[in-house]
């Protein structure tokens, strides 16, 4: 056993170098570029950093010559477009995805984390923003429902949403010959009460604001070995409305279990995990999210082009990752690593 121990220790030890090496030869913060070259975009994706790519102005949209009809989008325009319900998301406090705290029937008092999905609900889109309006959620009286258009099943192609796809590129000039085509296309609608905890994706992925902002926090994949990550059950909101009352109960899955990062950023008592770094991205930026970076996103709201309130809107291609080379297989590598060195008891 102490042979054992002597691995796991030095395995630990070199997956923390490897964090050390890494942010030594990368940039701490993520580079605002002009829209890249097909050829500069395949640069990008070959160091795999995040990149943030300025891909149109205000002033693109107020000389009405916008690159898509859809960054001039109203609310009127998207009213009239999308004439079918669509699915919403809905939970108590905006956490869907994330892990919540419940008690624990066999200890009393005593709370568990488990890993829950938001409930859903259909509404129209007039619906939505009308849920999603300051006068509908004022702040100083009983917190509401919290919804949020997150569907993550290419909701641009498959769901009554997709009348939206004529207003937006069905893929990008500068990224079609390097990722291909995109695996998914959805669009994003909240308010600054959603937040989604951090995970990662096995999709390249390219994000792009049209209205208000998204702040993503990112590690990169190196800080696996930082991360509180633990197995926890899995379980989902169940929201019904009585009046003017939202009940909200956690419905456990039977057998359901999971990894989930245990950490959240915005706390208060937050410690750092990793070497963070912080981009806001602003209506008519993308940023670039290579496959396997941590990330942890919030959002605020915006405007309309007359001043009035509108929600954070964002669209984003999700791309496959590529497989082949050495890039994907070692991380499969670390990854084991850090299993291995996270499993082992400290006293063993």
Known sequence: MASIKTTVIWAKD?????QEDFHDFNPAAVKLLPRPSPLEFSKIVGKGQ????????????????????????????????????????VTPYGNADALVSVPDDES??????IFVQPAAVQLTI????????????????????????????????TTPLSPLLSDLPQNFDFAVDILGEPDARNIWIGDERSVTSIHRDPYENLYLVLRGSKTFRLWPPVDEISMPTQKVR??????????????????????????????????????????MRIVTVQPGQMLYLPAGW?????????????????PCIAINYWFDMDYEGEKFVMRQLMSRLVNLAKEMPADS
């Open 50 to 89: 995040p990149s943030l790519l300025k891909i149109y102005t205000p002033h693109d949209v107020a000389s009405s010559s916008p690159p898509w009809p859809a960054c001039s989008w109203t609310r009127k325009d998207l009213e009239s477009k999308v004439v079918d319900t669509v699915e919403v998301a």
């Open 14 to 18: 070199q997956l923390h170098t490897l």
């Open 108 to 113: 009393g008092p005593n709370q568990v984390k």
């Open 294 to 310: 941590y990330h942890h996103v919030s959002q605020e709201c915006g405007t309309w082009d007359d001043g009035s309130f509108a």
């Open 234 to 275: 899995t379980g989902s909101y169940r929201f019904r409305q009585e009046g003017k009352v939202s009940r909200f109960e956690v419905d456990l899955d039977p057998d359901g279990e999971i990894p989930w990062v245990d950490h959240d950023p915005l706390s208060i008592s937050s410690e750092e995990v990793g070497k």
């Open 126 to 157: 007039t619906e939505l923003f009308e849920e999603l309006s300051p006068q509908t959620n004022p702040r100083d009286g009983p917190a509401p429902p919290v919804y949020y258009l997150q569907s993550q099943d290419s909701n641009l192609t």
